[in-house]
């Protein structure tokens, strides 16, 4: 890893896995990835001293990386099995990719902003995280590569996307916030070809789902 990683960071993230044992996490393999990633390498440098602090903050693209909690919580409902294939619709700045990687899964990840998946792609070859990044439409996913074990969605979706359902194997699991503004966490377990079980977990709130930006036709 070439990102300088000090005792100072790692003291910093063994207090954040505190806090998110206290806000109910208790996955533990969940929580050895999120303290064992660099979250400072993620943030902008004006946020570094901050970063290992339980809140989303602002990262390029008028985004966000997301609460650490609210990583932590989307994982855990995802119930990660090494080997996974898992399909991530964000990318983002990269984070929870990383915690997939750490849990040795076989990441996809999609991210429609140009910006940003430039800007990604470099921090996780730098970071040594092997994943498949595409740039493209999360809401078609990538059906060549389907079906997948697992389905993450990172941003707020306004319905469950019907080609996301389809992508998702017979036993696997979606994690999706959904609706405006304020979205509903939803897991969504495909039972068999045509019975999709859904379970809401409250609350969240996240950037939305963009259907028309930097994606050209």
Do not use: W
């Not at 979250?39 to 990386?65: L, M």
């Not at 990660?80 to 929870?96: A, F, N, P, R």
């Not at 609706?179 to 377990?189: A, E, I, P």
């Amino acid at each position: 890893m070439s990102v300088a990683d000090l005792p100072r960071h790692k003291g910093q993230r063994n207090k954040l896995i505190k806090v998110l044992i206290e806000k109910g996490i208790r996955d533990q393999a969940v929580l050895k990835a999120i303290n064992k990633i660099p979250r400072h390498a993620f943030v902008d440098s004006s946020f570094e001293d901050f970063a290992y602090q339980d809140k989303a903050f602002p990262i390029s693209a008028d985004q966000t990386i997301s609460q650490p909690f609210t990583v932590a919580f989307q994982t855990m409902l995802l119930e990660i099995q090494k080997g996974d294939m898992v399909l991530e619709i964000g990318t983002g700045s990269g984070y929870q990719s990383a915690v997939l990687c750490e849990l040795e899964a076989k990441v996809f990840s999609i991210e429609r902003q140009k910006e940003l998946f430039d800007v990604t792609s470099l921090l996780m070859r730098k970071l040594g995280y092997n994943l498949k990044m595409k740039f493209g439409d999360g809401f078609a996913g990538l059906p060549s590569f389907a079906p997948f074990d697992k389905i993450i969605v990172t941003c707020g979706a306004p319905m469950i996307p019907e080609k996301l359902l389809h992508q998702l194997k017979i036993g696997g699991r979606m994690v999706i916030p959904v609706g405006d503004g304020q979205q509903r966490m939803k897991l969504v377990v495909r039972n068999t070809k045509t019975d999709f079980e859904v379970k809401d977990y409250g609350d969240f709130k996240f950037v939305p789902m963009l259907s028309n930006k930097n994606v050209g036709s």
